[in-house]
Protein backbone atom coordinates (compact mmCIF):
# COMPACT_ATOMS: atom_id res chain seq x y z
CA UNK A 1 0.00 0.00 0.00
CA UNK A 2 0.53 3.52 -0.78
CA UNK A 3 -0.05 6.70 0.94
CA UNK A 4 0.39 9.97 -1.17
CA UNK A 5 -0.47 13.52 -0.39
CA UNK A 6 -0.80 16.04 -3.09
CA UNK A 7 0.36 19.51 -2.86
CA UNK A 8 0.90 22.90 -5.16
CA UNK A 9 -2.78 24.01 -5.85
CA UNK A 10 -4.27 27.19 -5.92
CA UNK A 11 -6.06 30.05 -7.78
CA UNK A 12 -4.16 31.00 -10.80
CA UNK A 13 -4.99 33.42 -13.79
CA UNK A 14 -5.94 31.20 -16.93
CA UNK A 15 -3.09 31.40 -19.29
CA UNK A 16 -0.66 30.90 -15.63
CA UNK A 17 1.58 27.88 -14.73
CA UNK A 18 0.98 25.82 -11.87
CA UNK A 19 3.20 23.09 -10.38
CA UNK A 20 1.65 20.34 -8.49
CA UNK A 21 3.50 17.53 -6.26
CA UNK A 22 2.50 14.05 -4.52
CA UNK A 23 4.59 12.80 -1.75
CA UNK A 24 4.48 8.62 -1.59
CA UNK A 25 5.38 6.58 1.28
CA UNK A 26 5.08 2.95 1.79
CA UNK A 27 6.25 0.63 -1.26
CA UNK A 28 9.40 1.80 -2.42
CA UNK A 29 8.69 4.20 -5.00
CA UNK A 30 10.64 3.65 -7.79
CA UNK A 31 9.22 0.08 -8.14
CA UNK A 32 5.31 1.78 -9.36
CA UNK A 33 3.76 3.49 -12.38
CA UNK A 34 2.28 6.90 -11.01
CA UNK A 35 -0.52 9.09 -12.34
CA UNK A 36 -2.43 12.20 -12.49
CA UNK A 37 -6.20 12.63 -13.04
CA UNK A 38 -8.99 15.11 -11.94
CA UNK A 39 -12.03 16.32 -11.77
CA UNK A 40 -14.33 19.07 -12.45
CA UNK A 41 -17.34 20.12 -10.63
CA UNK A 42 -20.28 18.27 -11.63
CA UNK A 43 -17.99 15.26 -13.97
CA UNK A 44 -16.43 12.38 -13.57
CA UNK A 45 -12.92 12.32 -13.02
CA UNK A 46 -10.64 11.89 -15.90
CA UNK A 47 -7.19 10.84 -16.76
CA UNK A 48 -4.76 13.83 -17.07
CA UNK A 49 -1.07 12.09 -17.22
CA UNK A 50 1.20 8.80 -16.52
CA UNK A 51 4.84 8.02 -16.12
CA UNK A 52 6.57 4.65 -15.70
CA UNK A 53 8.23 3.62 -12.61
CA UNK A 54 11.59 4.53 -13.77
CA UNK A 55 10.47 8.10 -15.52
CA UNK A 56 11.39 6.46 -18.92
CA UNK A 57 7.91 7.20 -20.20
CA UNK A 58 4.94 9.05 -20.20
CA UNK A 59 1.16 9.61 -21.57
CA UNK A 60 -0.87 12.31 -21.59
CA UNK A 61 -4.55 13.36 -21.94
CA UNK A 62 -5.43 14.48 -25.30
CA UNK A 63 -6.68 17.80 -23.45
CA UNK A 64 -3.35 18.89 -21.65
CA UNK A 65 -0.89 17.22 -24.29
CA UNK A 66 2.04 19.99 -24.83
CA UNK A 67 0.93 22.14 -22.03
CA UNK A 68 1.19 19.52 -19.20
CA UNK A 69 4.63 17.35 -18.22
CA UNK A 70 4.33 14.79 -15.47
CA UNK A 71 8.10 13.81 -13.77
CA UNK A 72 9.16 12.13 -10.63
CA UNK A 73 12.17 12.08 -8.96
CA UNK A 74 12.79 8.42 -7.98
CA UNK A 75 16.07 9.52 -5.43
CA UNK A 76 13.13 12.02 -3.62
CA UNK A 77 10.18 10.33 -3.82
CA UNK A 78 7.71 13.31 -5.26
CA UNK A 79 6.07 12.83 -8.72
CA UNK A 80 5.43 16.42 -9.80
CA UNK A 81 2.86 17.77 -12.61
CA UNK A 82 4.01 20.94 -14.39
CA UNK A 83 0.83 22.90 -15.80
CA UNK A 84 1.54 25.40 -18.39
CA UNK A 85 -0.96 27.97 -20.49
CA UNK A 86 -3.66 27.04 -17.76
CA UNK A 87 -7.48 27.13 -19.03
CA UNK A 88 -10.77 28.09 -17.15
CA UNK A 89 -11.81 24.32 -17.75
CA UNK A 90 -8.89 23.20 -16.33
CA UNK A 91 -10.49 23.75 -13.06
CA UNK A 92 -10.53 20.62 -11.06
CA UNK A 93 -9.57 18.47 -8.06
CA UNK A 94 -6.52 17.12 -9.41
CA UNK A 95 -5.36 13.49 -7.70
CA UNK A 96 -2.36 11.46 -7.98
CA UNK A 97 -2.43 7.55 -8.22
CA UNK A 98 -0.51 4.37 -7.80
CA UNK A 99 -0.69 1.57 -10.63
CA UNK A 100 1.16 -1.07 -8.37
CA UNK A 101 0.92 -3.68 -11.37
CA UNK A 102 4.12 -3.04 -12.83
CA UNK A 103 1.76 -3.53 -16.49
CA UNK A 104 3.69 -2.97 -19.29
CA UNK A 105 1.51 -0.26 -20.67
CA UNK A 106 0.67 3.11 -18.74
CA UNK A 107 -2.74 3.34 -17.46
CA UNK A 108 -5.37 5.60 -17.75
CA UNK A 109 -8.18 3.81 -16.09
CA UNK A 110 -8.99 4.67 -13.00
CA UNK A 111 -9.51 0.83 -11.99
CA UNK A 112 -6.56 0.59 -12.69
CA UNK A 113 -4.47 2.50 -9.83
CA UNK A 114 -4.62 1.27 -6.44
CA UNK A 115 -3.76 4.12 -4.26
CA UNK A 116 -4.95 7.36 -4.22
CA UNK A 117 -4.56 10.72 -2.86
CA UNK A 118 -6.95 13.77 -1.33
CA UNK A 119 -7.00 16.02 -4.39
CA UNK A 120 -5.67 19.14 -4.31
CA UNK A 121 -8.09 21.75 -5.34
CA UNK A 122 -7.25 23.92 -8.82
CA UNK A 123 -8.44 26.96 -9.62
CA UNK A 124 -8.40 28.19 -12.75
CA UNK A 125 -9.49 32.15 -13.28
CA UNK A 126 -10.55 33.71 -17.02
Known amino acids: QVQLVESGGGLVQAGGPLRLSCAAS????????MGWFRQAPGKAREFVAA????????YYADSVKGRFTISRDNAKNPVYLQMHSLKPEGTAVYYCAADLHRSSELATQEHKYDDWGQGTQVTVSS
Open 51 to 58: ISWNGGGS
Open 26 to 33: GRTFSTYA
